[in-house]
T-cell receptor, first 112, second 111 residues
């Protein structure tokens, strides 16, 4: 069964610190992997998207990595800010990109 | 402004009373989809549409219907809602660069 698992479930860090979120997937055939940020009560917003041939993608303080061999991805947040407090969701698309499987998300809390 | 809109944003209804949640996008995207989000489960895809008159089931289609008569609209229909369909629903559309845009969400409660 195609699955996307994220860890940790939740994370608390101090403002200014870095953190890394993990995503493991078993989706096949693989089309692409995306990371989203979701603020409470709002729709997810895309941060990065990577296809099979890409192993790193940056968007400001967010850097995503992808290892298609081990089916693992990570999202690294540098110099965290209070506004980074949100859920971060890993999403993998299969079947030419039409079907998407979402991870349950990592809830990040950034404290002053 | 490029956006996906959903209506209503909040809805409380009773079991068995048919309802429709509308979704509209102004980006001329061909691909649109519906998701539900429940605590601890992440978003699950209900239905998706690759273009006008082309729809397909996602992972949790039971109890839902969709239609795609025109490119900009993709309504979600619950013919006979039940309490287990109480959830937060998101509509999304996706452009050629694979970036997916989500609507603001519809919080549905079925009593």
């Amino acid at each position: 069964k195609n699955q996307v698992e994220q860890s940790p479930q939740s994370l608390i860090i101090l403002e200014g610190k870095n953190c890394t979120l993990q995503c493991n997937y078993t989706v096949s055939p693989f089309s692409n992997l995306r990371w989203y940020k979701q603020d409470t009560g709002r729709g997810p917003v895309s941060l990065t998207i990577m296809t099979f041939s890409e192993n790193t993608k940056s968007n400001g303080r967010y850097t995503a990595t992808l290892d298609a061999d081990t089916k693992q991805s990570s999202l690294h947040i540098t110099a965290s800010q209070l506004s980074d407090s949100a859920s971060y969701i890993c999403v993998v698309s299969e079947n030419g990109g039409f079907k998407t499987i979402f991870g349950a998300g990592t809830r990040l809390f950034v404290k002053a | 402004e490029a956006q996906v809109t959903q209506n209503p944003r909040y809805l409380i209804t009773v079991t068995g009373k048919k309802l429709t949640v509308t979704c509209s996008q102004n980006m001329n995207h061909e691909y649109m989809s519906w998701y539900r989000q429940d605590p601890g489960l992440g978003l699950r895809q209900i239905y998706y549409s690759m273009n006008v008159e082309v729809t397909d089931k996602g992972d949790v289609p039971e109890g839902y219907k969709v239609s795609r008569k025109e490119k900009r609209n993709f309504p979600l229909i619950l013919e006979s809602p039940s309490p287990n369909q109480t959830s937060l629903y998101f509509c999304a559309s996706r452009g050629a660069n694979n970036e997916q845009f989500f609507g603001p969400g519809t919080r549905l409660t079925v009593l």
